[in-house]
């Protein structure tokens, strides 16, 4: 199944901005949620690991544990969420600290298979404490994930990656990425939503800071909101009101796991109070 080309993506995305309609993308982890996502006009599709457990009822950070190889279960997704929707973009999540990976082969495959670019997930820009710099010190480190957009950037793949911080969009802007998705952490809501997260004016402040960062290496660069207390669609509506060079909103639990958990409830329920 042939890719979207980035050229054609990065237009569609350059013309929304100056007419002033946001860019929304969404995490899919089933073929059902993908279509719904296109059914519904989304502009961009993200699979990674993470997708699978959270519509297993798991919760997101199980993609950041060794409960499966990231990157084959990405693959893996590609058969199952390509063909329903081969009119929108659909980027692949890369593990980029993955040492078992030659990963200008496997980008290469990224690209056979059908997907327009890729976002570093899982990434171990969720990880912090002691924890975050051993990983750090012993060769799995943050800059390995640059490395690999810049690699994808290369070989013409379009590149949303996650960034937690200035330094983090600065040097991901100086790789090359087309759009920056700050992440707030990990989304709140829901029965298996964070309930630890900054909050919402935080997530403002923060944004503005990354998206300064980032302009002021190359100003053309694109940037969206996700995760922490960024959950529906008024918190989205709260950050583009107050974050001026903020594009658009990527959802993944926001866009699949909440609105299911929503429905299947209350369909439910209404069955449950039929009478004979």
Known sequence: MPS?????????????????????????????????????????????????????????????????????????MAREVLPVVPHTPVLAGVCGTDPFVDFDVFLDDVKRVGFSGIQNFPTVGLIDGNFRRNLEETGMSYALEVDVVARARKKDLLTTPYVFDAEQARDMTKAGADVLVAHMGLTS???????????????????????????????????????????????????????????????ASSMERLPVEVALTEQTRRFKAMKR
């Open 189 to 251: 809501g829901g029965a298996i939503g964070a309930g630890t997260t900054m909050t919402l004016e935080d997530s403002i402040t923060l944004i503005n800071e990354i998206s300064e960062a980032a302009r002021s290496i190359r100003p053309d660069v694109m940037l969206l909101c996700h995760g922490g207390p960024i959950a529906m669609p008024d918190d989205a509506q709260k950050v583009l009101d107050n974050c001026p060079d903020c594009h658009g909103f990527y959802g």
């Open 4 to 76: 979207i080309p980035r050229a054609e993506i990065l237009a569609k995305f350059r013309t929304m901005i100056a007419d002033k309609h946001p860019i929304i993308g969404g995490g899919a982890g089933t073929g059902l949620s993908a279509k719904c996502e296109a059914a519904g006009g989304i502009d961009l599709i993200v699979i990674y690991n993470s997708g699978r457990y959270r519509m297993a009822g798991r919760g997101s950070l199980a993609g950041v544990l060794a409960y499966g190889n990231a990157n084959q279960i990405v693959m893996d």
